[in-house]
């Protein structure tokens, strides 16, 4: 059973990648506009790491969108 905070990240992921995808960016072109590597992006969208509140932050402003759209779980 995966607990919550795993269920969060992983939602988070999933967004990121609906909401790149959405406008039409890659991987790489996410990582320019927010100042990220693309195999970190890689890593968000699969839920493999726990992106802070800052890059979140950053992802979200390259997105053209508040935090909250990212996190509405």
């Given at each position: 059973m995966?607990?919550?905070n795993k269920q969060f990240i992983i939602f988070i992921g999933k967004k990121?990648?609906?909401e790149r995808e959405k406008i039409g960016i890659s991987?790489?072109?996410l990582g320019k506009l927010a100042k990220c590597h693309r195999t970190y992006?890689?890593?968000v969208e699969r839920g493999e790491?726990?992106?802070t509140i800052f890059n979140?932050?950053?992802f979200a402003t390259?997105?053209?969108l508040q935090v909250k759209d990212l996190v509405d779980f």
């Open positions: 995966v607990n919550l990121i990648r609906e991987q790489e072109d992006v890689g890593m790491k726990n992106i979140l932050r950053k390259a997105l053209k």
